[in-house]
């Protein structure tokens, strides 16, 4: 196992696994899949740079899955893949192939009657989020999307009628009106094609059942079906997109002839656009995306870590979620290591984000509203962490922000302490403003008095360096 994993494992994300179909397998900050943190290629082309520091100011997005998995409440896409690990569960009343053919039915039940682009964009917009990026096909090939190439899509099923079934168009619309910086997630993998898993063999794992060598027409054949997707996706009825997010690093880009799709997207619709090709190493990995953790230090490239605010991507039954100040605790480690939170969020079956969910949106959103200067376009500074203490820079380098989570069910500290990143003159209480009383020994070490009464979410303090 290598350092980063070993440190994102060693994270402990405050819920265990309590997914609908995946009681049995408790697993705390399962991940299976992450980024090395070795290998990165700065982008050359200065669209794609300029656009890479633009996003690098937003820090917080959101990541919506939603699709067949949404019907029944369970993990996404991965039921239908037969490997034998705790994290994939399935029902067990049925035997593999009834499963699947199940599974592909409920394509006839997803019928989002109460979806709302609009409000879905109004509430992450409360929520202080400012990118987003939304799943047109996961791994189980359904699409949210009018792809021509398959008749496998939203817009062919109960919903087909509703003037809202491109529902990948009107999310991307509605984000975009409110300002968001948005992205396209896309599965490199379809396990719904026949030129990915053909139905002439079994399906025992997540990459081709077949031989390429022997079936090269079969390969050809699913390289340009997925081209055609990426080309329907990126060929300007979706708009413009700044981040084209994709999954299923079991195949490469490389693969499916991603160089001339992203050369084709850059230079007509969409300059700037920056390629996710999530743990694959190299030119069209424009950042990294560690999944369900947070580095362990702070790393000098762009990066992301996507963290679920259940425990599963997609919307389940009873889902644990995550505090408001669990996620802002996240959110300030992050900013604070130089990176940018993802923040997977999954719409019911109707289309709805449920009120769960709605209220801790709500609540991160109040805090970021008069806590954000410590957060968004910060940069990481020389001495990001102090015990439970993070700190972030203003871009100039003339302003650093203090952040101390507080633990569900604590209240504030009377004080916070820290060493280094000594303070020079007034320090104020970001949340309003207040001066707080502070001193600093000869050893470097501050002591903040703060106020009595200050709410038990992060405390964020403002100050100027002491050079
Ligand atoms: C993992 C999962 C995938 C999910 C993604 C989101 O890669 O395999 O199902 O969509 O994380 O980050």
Redesign the pocket.
């Known amino acids: 196992m290598n350092l980063i994993s070993k440190t994102i494992l060693s994270i402990t994300l405050g819920s265990s696994w309590l997914g609908a179909t995946a009681q049995d397998a408790k697993v705390e900050g399962f991940v ?2 992450q980024s090395d943190p070795s290998g990165y290629e700065w982008p050359t082309d200065t669209a794609v740079l300029a656009n890479l520091d633009r996003w690098q100011d937003q820090k917080f997005g959101v ?1 919506f ?1 939603f699709g067949l998995y949404s019907v029944p409440g369970i993990v ?3 039921s239908i893949c037969s490997e034998d690990v705790d994290w994939i569960s399935r029902r067990s009343d049925l035997p593999y192939d009834e499963y699947k053919k199940w599974y592909w039915e409920l394509k006839d039940s997803l019928c989002p009657t109460q979806f709302d682009p609009g409000q879905w964009a109004s509430l992450m917009d409360a929520a202080g989020m400012k990118y987003m990026v939304f ?1 047109t096909k ?2 189980d090939g359904f699409c949210t999307f009018d792809s021509k190439l398959t008749d496998f899509t939203i817009t062919n099923g109960p919903f087909a009628s509703d003037r809202r079934s491109n529902m990948a168009r009107e999310v991307f619309d509605a984000f975009r009106s409110k300002g968001f910086m948005t992205g396209c997630y896309f599965s490199k993998p379809d396990w719904h094609c026949e030129w990915f898993w053909n139905p002439a063999y079994a399906t025992p794992d997540r990459h081709i059942n077949y031989n390429k060598e022997r079936h090269p027409d079969w390969w050809d054949n699913y390289r340009s079906f997925t081209a055609g997707q990426l080309g329907e996706l990126l060929g300007g009825d979706y708009g413009r997109f700044d981040i084209l997010w994709l ?1 299923g690093g079991w195949i490469s880009g490389e693969d499916i002839g991603l160089d001339s799709i992203l050369n084709s997207a850059r230079s007509t619709l969409h300059p700037g656009l920056i390629a996710v090709d ?1 743990t694959i190493k190299g030119r069209n990995e424009n950042y990294q ?1 560690p ?1 369900r953790g947070i580095p362990a230090t702070a790393l000098p490239y762009p990066w992301e870590s ?1 963290i679920t605010l259940s425990n599963d ?1 997609g919307w389940v039954p009873d889902a644990p979620y995550k505090s408001p100040g669990r996620v802002l605790a996240l959110l300030a480690e992050t900013a604070a290591k130089g990176g940018n939170l993802l923040l ?1 969020v999954g719409p019911t079956p109707e289309g709805t984000i449920e009120p769960e969910a709605e209220w801790r949106l709500r609540e991160i959103g109040r805090w970021l509203d008069a806590n954000g200067e410590a957060i968004y376009a910060t940069r990481p500074v020389e001495h990001y962490r102090s015990g439970d203490t993070w700190f972030t820079g203003s871009k100039d380098g003339s302003t650093i922000y203090a952040i101390h989570p507080v633990a569900d069910g604590s209240s504030a500290p009377a004080t916070i302490e820290w060493d280094g990143n000594l303070p020079s003159g007034r320090m104020t209480l970001l949340a309003d403003g207040r001066k707080v009383k502070y001193s600093v020994t000869a050893d470097g070490h501050v002591t903040v008095k703060l106020p009595r009464g200050v709410e038990a979410l992060p405390i964020a303090l403002k100050f100027t360096p002491d050079r």
Request: aromatic letters at 12%; charged letters at 30%; proline letters at 0%.
């Open positions: 299976h899949r990541l899955h996404e896409s991965w799943t996961h791994h999954d999530r995306t999944e996507c991507w997977g």
